[in-house]
């Protein structure tokens, strides 16, 4: 790359980082692209840095030594998020989304680019600190939302199917007990998918008892592999007891009145404890 003004490459800089986040980038990388001393693209670090923790846009470790680099770790600040999901709980509470049966209409939401990075911001923010190899959801509402946190981890994602594909080779099958409906339903994943013994995020769009995020954990049990956390966009708070205890929510559904039309949303319990900070 041609040897750039100050500004210009500040600018390439931030893009080169935003779009690689978690990978750890030798300073000798920097000084090779733009033509520059490493004395020079460290100094432009310290002030991209400053940036980065000034607008909650996440934090920029520098590993000394001949293996070192930099790193950007992207997180949200939990005041941020709160407001973000404060504003899509409104959203969600419009009489318009009450489809029969008592169901809330969230497809638009799930649809919305910018909706999704949000949410997968805050996803990866409640769960940077973990060791975690993959991240895993099932078909199909919440295979957007697993995408959209990966990208801020810089992880592969794994879907589990309602059935079997013969696309993807021999596939390890259970059975599980939905929480909704007390039915007896299927979901496998392919052998090839998932490597024995990693450890695995789980995150989906909606949790009602729990029966179906219990059955990932029943199917990675059949692969020596371990939960590493669990991720929920929307948690109904309509059930006595749910089937996990150990989950990250970000919004909770206390109740769909399909008579009086009226719907009731709020923050999850991520944000337990941060409310009253606003």
Known sequence: MKKLKRSARLVEMTQYLLFRPHSLIPLTTFAERYNSAKSSIS?????????FEEEGLGELHTLAGAAGGVKFTPKMPKEASLKFIQNLCLQLQQPERILPGGYL???DIMGQPHYLNEIGKTFASAFAGRDIDVIMTVETKGIPLAYATASYMNLPVVVVRRDTKVTEGSAVSINYVSGSNKRIQTMSLARRALREESKVLIIDDFMHVGGTIHGMMDLLAEFK????????????C???EHLIDDYVSLARLYGVDSKTKQITAEPGNYFDGNKGDL
Request: proline share 0%.
């Open 225 to 236: 592999a371990s939960v590493q956390g669990v991720g929920v966009f929307m948690e109904s």
């Open 43 to 51: 100094e432009d670090l310290a002030i991209i840095k400053e940036v």
């Open 238 to 240: 309509e059930v006595e």
């Open 105 to 107: 209409y969230m497809s």
